[in-house]
């Protein structure tokens, strides 16, 4: 079946650099894909959404891209700090005939190195 | 303080003993749902609720049950556990699943987890 996936399960960035974290999907009716952090022994937390008419949305320190030709998503966190050290999750809901469900990917662990 | 929580954080249990994992969330959200996660899997979706008394099946319901007769509270029950269950759970909750137009439309909020064990 199609399901979101991602490109790099381990990413180490220098602190103060800024990280990509990259996300293919495959459902061509996703309209509507979301970013989630989770810290060690916490539950998933909101980053930042982004909506199938848009290429980009820009929150605090993060940024999300959106290229529906390749079905590809990547959350850009700037000059990283310490706290960004997480798994980061992309999902993607792919619309009313899922009853607005998400699916998720694996995950990626973003490393941030002092 | 808006929150989901689940109870208990923590579960060891012995195969075809009943357990059941209490989620309740303050925030007055229609839609509630059961997560598991597992090493490279991310996580998956076990149950789902839209509403109070209504209830339905995600990519992995087989082996839980849920309810759901008050809107703050969606328990998950394994009436038999079994080893392949042991995993880590997380019940989530959404204001607006479904009700498309909102900024966050479908931003859940998560509760802590529950490490769940069955030897």
């Known amino acids: 079946g199609e399901s979101v996936g991602l490109h790099l399960p381990t990413l180490s960035v220098q602190e103060g650099d800024n990280s990509i974290i990259n996300c293919a999907y495959s459902?061509?009716?996703?309209?509507?894909f979301i970013w989630y952090k989770q810290e060690s022994g916490k539950g998933p937390q909101f980053i930042i959404d982004?909506?199938?008419n848009m290429d980009k949305r820009q929150g605090q320190r993060v940024t999300v891209l959106l290229n529906k030709t390749v079905k590809h998503l990547s959350l850009q966190i700037a000059a990283t700090q310490p706290g960004d050290s997480a798994v980061y999750f992309c999902?993607?809901?792919?619309?009313?005939?899922?009853?607005?469900?998400?699916?998720w990917g694996a995950g990626t662990k973003l490393i941030i190195k002092p | 303080e808006a929150q989901v929580t689940q109870n208990p954080r923590y579960l060891i249990t012995v195969t075809g003993k009943k357990l059941t994992v209490t989620c309740s969330q303050n925030?007055?959200?229609?839609?509630m749902s059961w997560y598991r996660q597992d090493p490279g899997l991310g996580l998956r979706q076990i149950y789902y609720?839209?509403?109070?008394?209504?209830?339905d099946k995600g990519d992995v319901p087989e082996g839980y049950k849920v309810s759901r007769k008050e809107k703050r509270n969606f328990p998950l029950i394994l009436e038999s556990p079994s080893p392949n269950q042991t995993s880590l759970y997380f019940c989530?909750?959404?204001?607006?699943?479904?009700?498309?137009?909102?900024?966050?439309?479908?931003?859940?909020?998560f509760g802590p987890g529950t490490r769940l064990t069955v030897l």
């Open positions: 999902a993607e809901n792919i619309g009313p005939d899922s009853n607005y469900q998400l699916i």
């Open positions: 982004i909506r199938s």
């Open positions: 925030m007055n959200h229609e839609y």
């Open positions: 989530a909750s959404s204001s607006s699943a479904g009700i498309r137009g909102l900024r966050q439309y479908n931003e859940q909020f």
């Open positions: 459902n061509s009716a996703s309209d509507y």
């Open positions: 609720s839209m509403n109070v008394e209504v209830t």
